[in-house]
């Protein structure tokens, strides 16, 4: 089994039925120990951004553990997804997970051309970052006046400096040490 348990490096750790499920065959025991980090990061943060039904999210480094549970979260909630990243496979994987818009991480200005494009002028309710600073203030400039800008596993910019960029902008950080 693998989920949520007190004491996990003890010899032996007693959990709730509710927080653990049988391991399926086909994932390695480093993989499940991942699911539920990067479920709980997911749900956290886009919990926070109070995405909804029809609403755009912006996933970064969307094929990522974390990412890719948000993309899924995302997709669960009935929400539309830009999901980026890298190499070409990366978006071929995204788009069998139901990614409709892609952007690049590669580099900052086509992320933006392409992105704006993608959008074709409305904006995102939500940013979920996992990324470096060079993507955080485009990203910002995608989001609507009441949107949320998430970040997951990573510590950026300082939520002051990022709130003054975007009107009634909130803000939250999620990150599992």
């Known amino acids: 089994v693998f989920g949520l348990v007190r004491a996990p490096m003890a010899t032996v750790a007693h959990a709730s039925a509710l927080l653990v499920v049988p391991k399926p065959s086909a994932v390695s025991f480093a993989e499940a120990s991942t699911l539920p980090v990067a479920w709980g990061l997911a ?8 995405l909804q039904a029809g609403e755009r999210s912006v996933v970064h480094a969307a094929v990522g553990s974390a990412g890719l549970k948000a993309v899924e979260y995302s997709n ?3 929400a539309r997804v830009l999901g980026s ?9 995204l788009r069998s997970v139901g990614v409709e818009w892609l952007g ?6 086509m992320f933006v051309l392409g992105a704006g ?3 074709a002028g409305r904006r995102s309710h939500a940013v979920v970052n996992s990324l470096s600073s060079s993507f955080i203030a485009p990203s910002c400039a995608l989001l ?14 300082a939520p002051q400096r990022l709130s003054a960029m975007v009107a009634g902008m909130s803000y939250g950080s999620a990150a599992f040490d």
């Open 43 to 50: 749900h956290v943060v886009l919990g926070h951004a109070a």
């Open 144 to 157: 609507c006046e009441s949107g949320s800008f998430e970040e997951m596993g990573s510590r950026g910019w």
């Open 117 to 119: 494009s993608l959008l």
């Open 76 to 78: 669960w909630l009935c």
């Open 104 to 109: 690049s991480l590669r580099d900052t200005s």
């Open 85 to 93: 990243a890298g190499a070409p496979q990366k978006h071929r994987q």
